[in-house]
């Protein structure tokens, strides 16, 4: 289908405006190569052949890596006449970084764009840790994906030139239609760490999934995903953060489960290693309650009336539990946060009285979607929508331990 007359001018400008940052990058870069002694003419022609290479991507559109939101569009370059707010894109995306992750796969008429940061994530994650792909998609469109990821083979997903595809599976070669398992992965699955933003499809492995907050740069991703298309990054003209995003937060967590895992959990018994290897849902399980361990919960307008008498499966509770809070039912002087759901309620007020933090529900689920304690200043309660949808919405469900 094609995009939207809205989404198809953004996203021609953002196009016109990566194919800008290009050429100013370029001549930069040469202008700086003269003044330092260099040939200039040669190496601005080499620079333009690295960095802003042409070709299905556009001048811009270099291929990267990472967990990408894709969009189905019209074929051709996409450059455009349409000048209207390209100066508000040249302000939202000051760096070229982030313009070269927008990818046009001519020949499937597809737009993608890659997750600022991918790039980094992926190499330092293959130091650690053997990397596979696993997707619903089709085979084919695994590899194209896995040409984006993996540009200069230097991951391993493509494998050895006899085996291609060896660390890619697409759906021909799962054992089931609506879910994914670990019987067509190498290895044993007790060694296997997920990184989904749809953990619905690991039912069996749910412990070991890690589940990134979903990445929506076209509005279509959005809808599809029933969350506002209006704040779609395209419509938005922001983008995610290349320091100190999602993928900066899921790396340190990766990084802390293998240290884990390696330091406290193999035994030193090298046979026993073998045959019978500790979970890795053990490491992911003691990581996770570091991030509010020590901390005594509230809720506030959070658990409906109906759930009260087991209010331990309301998903808040449970990630609460599940990132090593206790949480209470009753106001008392051990109590550390109030999380509410509303503004002006008995508890808030009780909280504020007493110096203790009251926040909204976002500075649990942004807690842990970060995989740390996040900053109580920038989540007040007043902040709150009085239902909390807006917290909801964005958490994935918390694992079943």
Known sequence: SELDAESDGALQRYVKHAQAAAQQSRELLAASRKGDGGDGQGESEQAAGSNGEQGACGDGGRRGHGGSGSEQGRGGEGGGSDTDGAADFEAAFPSLRSAELLCHLSDICMWTKLRPFVFEFLKEMS????????????????????????????????????????????????????????????????????????????????????????????????????????????????????????????????????????????????????????????????????????LRILFSHVIPQQQQQAPEAHPMHRLATELGAIVVTQIDPTVTHLVAAADGTDKVRWARSSGVAAVSLQWLTESGASWRRADEAQFPVSRARPDGTDQMASLPPPRMM
């Open 127 to 294: 130091t650690l840790f053997e990397l596979y792909v696993y997707t619903m998609g089709t085979k084919a469109y695994a590899q194209k994906m896995v040409t984006l990821l993996d540009p200069q083979g230097e991951l391993g997903l493509r494998g050895s030139s006899s085996s291609s595809s060896d660390r890619v599976i697409g759906r021909e070669d799962s054992t089931a239609n609506s879910l994914k398992d670990l019987d067509v992965v190498l290895g044993s699955d007790r060694t296997i760490l997920i990184l989904d933003d749809s953990p619905a499809v690991w039912s069996l492995y749910a412990p070991q999934v890690l589940v990134p907050r979903r990445y929506h740069f076209f509005p279509s991703s959005a809808s599809r995903d029933r969350s506002d298309p209006r704040r779609a990054h395209l419509l938005a003209s922001t983008d995610e953060p290349f320091e100190d995003g999602i993928l900066h937060s899921l790396a340190r967590a990766l990084r802390l489960i293998h240290d884990d895992y390696f330091s406290n959990r193999l035994p030193s018994n090298t046979s026993s290693r073998a045959h019978d290897p500790p979970s890795v849902a053990g490491s992911v399980a003691v990581v996770r309650r570091r991030v509010l361990a020590g």
